[in-house]
């Protein structure tokens, strides 16, 4: 698929991202080598790798799945994997990197919302951070598009920040967010109101919430919302020794008092066809 002509800013990063990532794998390539799961730090990760067990011989689809790092750790524990991202770089630095880690992958640029496969085709259906890039039309697309891939009995897992509370919604939007690694910029304050409009700009990101996600599956046999992150909104006021205790804490918490997890900052939908 051609990539369209009118590419966000945000896209163009995650585009370019991909083109760096193939020529550091060509120069370097052992460095490249998948030992254990690029999520392991996410808060969701221990659930989702739960939901995704068995892995060996699972035939999973990943849309949105960037440069590959997780698909190709999956591919590692024995998974058939087909990922599918908008950026055609990107696709190819994921296909370097099952070529690198020697897994049963392929990959190609296809819209989530327009996926080139045939009914039923997979066990699973996985995207992670992918969701919250697309409009709420398209979002709804992407799920039917799953739907329909999917083998009866199969699952949609989806990975997605959320914002569930406009109160807080607001007050993070309060602070400042420093520059990330992987290119973003600095998140100036709401109140910085030229600053916030320019950033808002050059994103393509938007706030999801969990009712979205739950009724954008409602052709679904049974959707399950499982929240993670509620102290993990603390991160940038803690010290650092605190900051590493709160996934530990949050996981503590929500045990306790399930019902916070409407305060969570992500959430793991698990849809059933
Ligand atoms: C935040 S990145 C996440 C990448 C990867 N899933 C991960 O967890 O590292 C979002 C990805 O979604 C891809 N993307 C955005 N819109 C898409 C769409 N409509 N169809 C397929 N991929 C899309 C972007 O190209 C980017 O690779």
New binding site residues.
């Given amino acids: 698929m051609a990539p369209p002509d009118d590419i966000s800013p ?2 163009s990063r ?2 370019e ?2 083109s760096s990532r193939l020529r550091e794998m060509r120069q370097e390539p052992e460095r490249f080598r998948i030992r254990e799961s ?2 392991k730090k996410k808060l969701h990760h221990a659930a989702l790798l739960d939901l995704l067990e068995p892995l060996k011989d699972k035939r999973i689809l ?9 698909g190709a750790f999956l591919g590692t524990q024995g998974a058939h994997l087909i990922g ?4 055609l770089d ?1 696709a190819a630095a994921a296909r370097e990197l099952a070529r690198i880690n020697e897994i049963d992958a392929r990959y190609l640029a ?4 327009a996926l080139p496969f045939a009914d039923a085709r997979f066990d699973v259906v996985l ?4 969701l ?3 409009s709420e039309a ?1 979002l709804a697309r ?1 799920l039917r598009e799953a739907h329909r891939v999917l083998r009866p009995g199969g699952s949609a897992l989806i ?1 997605e920040p959320v914002e569930n509370s406009r109160v807080l919604g607001l007050v993070s939007a309060l602070v400042p967010k420093p520059a990330s690694g ?1 290119g973003r910029p600095r998140r100036p304050s709401i109140l910085e109101r030229k600053a916030w409009k320019a950033f808002q700009e050059t994103l ?2 938007r706030s999801l919430s969990s009712r979205e996600l739950r009724r954008a599956g409602a052709r679904f046999s049974q959707v399950n919302v499982h929240s993670f992150g509620v102290l993990i909104r603390l991160k940038r006021f803690v010290s650092k020794d605190l900051r590493k205790r709160l996934p530990e804490l949050d996981a503590q918490l929500l045990e306790r008092a399930p019902w916070l997890g409407r305060f969570g900052r992500h959430v793991l939908v698990e849809y059933r066809k």
Avoid: M
């Avoid at 990943?62 to 997780?70: A, D, N, T």
């Avoid at 599918?84 to 950026?87: M, S």
């Avoid at 995207?127 to 992918?130: G, H, I, K, P, Y």
């Fill in positions: 945000d896209q995650w585009n991202l991909g690029p999520h990943e849309v949105g799945c960037g440069r590959g790092e997780f599918t991202d908008l950026g990107l296809a819209d989530a919302s995207a992670v951070n992918v919250h890039h697309l398209h992407a990975c992987r393509d990101d």
